[in-house]
């Protein structure tokens, strides 16, 4: 299966970003453009409020 499975995090109806999952089965985030500018960080150690995509850490 290539596709990519995604949803959206929405938090008091506006969009946080989104969760996805990777072909490899390991989730990924990437906070929307808005949610940068003005909201906060859902996580501060392991989602910083920047741009990019963050993918979660085998443990």
Known sequence: MNS???IEVVY???LVGRLALTKEHLCAF???A???SSG???S???LPLRSG???A???
Do not use: A, C, D
């Open 4 to 6: 990519i499975k995604q």
């Open 12 to 14: 008091k109806s506006r």
């Open 30 to 32: 990437e906070y929307s």
């Open 34 to 36: 808005e949610w940068i």
């Open 40 to 42: 906060f960080s859902i």
């Open 44 to 46: 501060p150690f392991e």
């Open 53 to 55: 995509v963050f993918i």
């Open 57 to 59: 850490k085998l443990v």
